[in-house]
């Protein structure tokens, strides 16, 4: 069963910065799409980024240029680099990983909360 942890939430100070880590176990399968999603306070799941085995990146309109998504080799480990972080960012952010229907069905992981005070 293929689980994912995230780690490197918690509160910061509007403008600053966090990195957020995603590591995928139980994976039977090689390199997959990894990404984020994040859900703030009454609002619906939206795209943060998202990155191929690849490498190829895609990015939420809301956060480009603030956040970078990037990946460990060809491990399913992935990491977010979010820079000067606004109160609007306040999140949980949920890592996914999806190989794609052919080969499994996607998963997610637990969600760590993100909280960017003024």
């Known amino acids: 069963q293929v689980q994912l942890v995230e780690s490197g939430g918690g509160l910061v100070q509007a403008g600053g910065s966090l990195r957020l880590s995603c590591v995928a176990s139980?994976?039977?399968?090689?390199?997959?799409?990894m990404g984020w999603y994040r859900q703030g306070p009454e609002k619906e799941r939206e795209l943060v980024a998202e990155?191929?085995?690849?490498?190829?990146?895609n990015y939420g309109d809301s956060v480009k240029g603030r956040l970078t998504i990037s990946r460990l080799g060809i491990a399913n480990t992935v990491y977010l680099q979010m820079n000067n972080l606004k109160p609007e960012d306040t999140a949980v952010y949920y890592c996914?990983?999806?190989?794609?229907?052919?080969?499994?069905?996607?998963?997610w992981g637990q969600g760590t909360l993100v909280t960017v005070s003024p």
């Open positions: 996914y990983i999806d190989p794609g229907a052919l080969v499994g069905r996607a998963a």
């Open positions: 139980g994976v039977d399968y090689g390199p997959a799409m």
């Open positions: 990155i191929t085995p690849g490498r190829i990146s």
